[in-house]
T-cell receptor, first 115, second 112 residues
Framework: SQTIHQWPATLVQPVGSPLSLECTVE??????LYWYRQAAGRGLQLLFY??????ISSEVPQNLSASRPQDRQFILSSKKLLLSDSGFYLC??????????????FGEGSWLTVV | GESVGLHLPTLSVQEGDNSIINCAYS??????FIWYKQESGKGPQFIID?????DKRQGQRVTVLLNKTVKHLSLQIAATQPGDSAVYFC???????????FGPGTRLSVLP
């Protein structure tokens, strides 16, 4: 069966510090990978998605970036965090490769607090 | 643009009763819908899905109904239990090949 892991689960970082959230998927090959952010009482906002190694699509302009160095690894980064970057970040995967639209499965999330 | 379930209402039900959670979607071209359950501090968990060629699908204690005429989706939970307390939200894939649109959800509280 497929599993998805993301870490760290919680993170408190000062403004201006770097960020690295990591996500790995097991039990599948060539998945589509996603990073979402969830604000309290609001829906999930898609930040980045990837249909293959080195292929990153950004949905919203911001000071975050994503990378996919390996088939089942997805990393969310920032060089300098802003207070507004605080939130709940979710990594997710779906079957697909180059085609979107399949069921999305989420990781357990990472709470980021920028102070 | 597309919108799914813009509001975050709260539904309170007595333990053992049936729950019905509703979701409205705006894109008539949507052909795939998913219901997720999210417990506090955790990632969303897939519950059940339905494609536009169906109007009903049943799982274990859950049923999803799709009314394409009025663009409405509902999740029915039978014999609601305390463990069902969570935020439930629907998601639509506006067009095949595009990313999902998620609503903010409905908070379900199960009263003892």
């Amino acid at each position: 069966s497929q599993t998805i892991h993301q870490w760290p689960a919680t993170l408190v970082q000062p403004v201006g510090s770097p960020l690295s959230l990591e996500c790995t998927v097991e039990g599948t090959s060539n998945p589509n990978l996603y990073w979402y952010r969830q604000a309290a009482g609001r829906g999930l906002q898609l930040l980045f998605y990837s249909v293959g190694i080195g292929q990153i699509s950004s949905e919203v302009p911001q000071n975050l970036s994503a990378s996919r160095p390996q088939d089942r690894q997805f990393i969310l980064s920032s060089k300098k965090l802003l207070l507004s970057d605080s939130g709940f970040y979710l990594c997710a995967w779906s079957v697909g490769g180059t085609v979107l639209g399949y069921t999305i499965y989420f990781g357990e999330g990472s709470w980021l607090t920028v102070v | 643009g597309e919108s799914v379930g813009l509001h975050l209402p709260t539904l309170s039900v007595q333990e053992g009763d049936n729950s019905i959670i509703n979701c409205a979607y705006s894109n008539s071209a949507s052909d795939y819908f998913i219901w997720y359950k999210q417990e506090s501090g955790k990632g969303p968990q897939f519950i059940i899905d339905i494609r536009s060629n169906m109007d009903k699908r049943q799982g274990q204690r859950v049923t999803v109904l799709l009314n394409k005429t009025v663009k409405h989706l509902s999740l029915q939970i039978a014999a609601t239990q305390p463990g069902d307390s969570a935020v439930y939200f629907c998601a639509e894939n506006g067009n095949y090949g595009q990313n999902f649109v998620f609503g903010p959800g409905t908070r379900l509280s199960v009263l003892p």
